[in-house]
């Protein structure tokens, strides 16, 4: 009978140096954890930073915006007092004359003199004269709307040749 070859060396139970111990990567793992958290937390903390001040800008932006705004109204209304309001779709408070109905003024208007139409309605509350007989009074807040019953921002009378020929509200 053959004897049996020999047995290869065997491994030594203690793990080489250059091989990581269980609590070694236990210590890594957590390590790797923890500048994950912290790195996650910068990257929240740099997010948050930057909205906030995107934010600021904006509204930085929109304020000096809305200054602007305010100081062109000003401005513009020097030169056009009667046309400009305070703020879009604001309606004059009270009508300053008695208010009537869009048909009777357009009875009264239509067809008549500028003078008849001062002693009818009064001085309006801006023109413009174009020549040649063309003219275009401004009213402000005289006519109800038969809608709503609320008083008309301003009536627009059109004058060509000397008469009333067309009225607007």
């Known amino acids: 009978m053959a004897t049996p070859p020999p047995l290869p060396p065997s491994k030594p139970l203690v793990p080489p140096r250059d091989r990581p111990q269980s609590s070694s990567v236990l210590r890594s793992a957590t390590r790797s954890k923890r500048s994950l958290t912290v790195g996650f937390l910068v990257a929240l903390a740099l997010c948050a930073m930057f909205g906030v001040w995107n ?19 000003k401005e513009l209304a020097k030169f056009t007092p009667n046309l400009v309001s305070k703020s879009f779709g604001e309606r004059p408070a009270e009508a300053t004359h008695s208010a009537i109905t869009r048909d ?9 003199t500028p003078q008849e139409l001062l002693k009818a309605f009064g001085q309006p509350d801006r023109t413009n004269d174009y020549g040649g007989g063309d003219v275009v009074w401004y009213y402000q807040a005289r006519t109800l709307d038969p809608v709503t019953n609320n008083v008309d921002g301003q009536v627009i009378v059109n004058f060509e040749r000397g008469r009333v020929k067309r009225v607007s509200f």
């Not at 009777?104 to 008549?112: L, N, S, T, V």
């Open 104 to 112: 009777e003024f357009r009875e009264k208007a239509i067809g008549k």
């Open 55 to 73: 934010w600021l800008s904006e509204r930085s932006a929109n304020e000096a915006l809305r200054a602007e705004n305010q100081r062109l109204e």
